[in-house]
């Protein structure tokens, strides 16, 4: 994060609205959190600059792009140097599978989220690149049934 910077309510509201719709106009995102435009530019402005608001994305529907399958994957691996973590790290976040990449603390050392078309996707995906990397002790593949929330 960019400079350390104190919320105050406004900020704070001003963050819900636009993670609830980070396409509202600056208009619209001052009348709703009762300011003017001017002060409320402002206030985005300087959250964006403090490094409070990270992005813009759009939602995509997975089914729509072909990865309609998501799976959580534990990861435990042998190493513990840095530089065979530091490869495996690289090479995982690299895959167009993987959407999300987390190093955990205790067990299990990794937590990798991966989307794709379905379950033969899934299957070349685990044997063909995750279990063939030499860092990789074991792993569980958890198969989503249904998303119940999931937040931006």
Known sequence: MGNEIQLDAVDREILFHLSQDG??????????????????????????????????????????????????????????????????????????????FRRMYGRPDYFIRVAVADHAAYEAFATGKLSGLPAVLRYTSHLIMKTIKTTG
Not at 44 to 59: D, F, M, N, Q, S
Not at 79 to 95: G, P, Q
């Open 23 to 100: 396409r509202l106009t600056n208009v619209e995102l001052a009348k709703r959190v009762g300011l003017t435009p001017p002060p409320c530019l402002r206030r985005v402005k300087r959250l964006e600059e403090a490094g409070v608001i990270t992005g813009y994305r759009a939602a995509i529907n997975p089914e729509a792009v072909g990865r309609g399958l998501e799976v959580f994957i534990d990861v435990e691996i042998y190493a513990n140097d840095r530089k065979t973590v530091e490869e495996f790290e690289t090479t995982v976040a690299s895959y167009e599978e993987v959407v999300e």
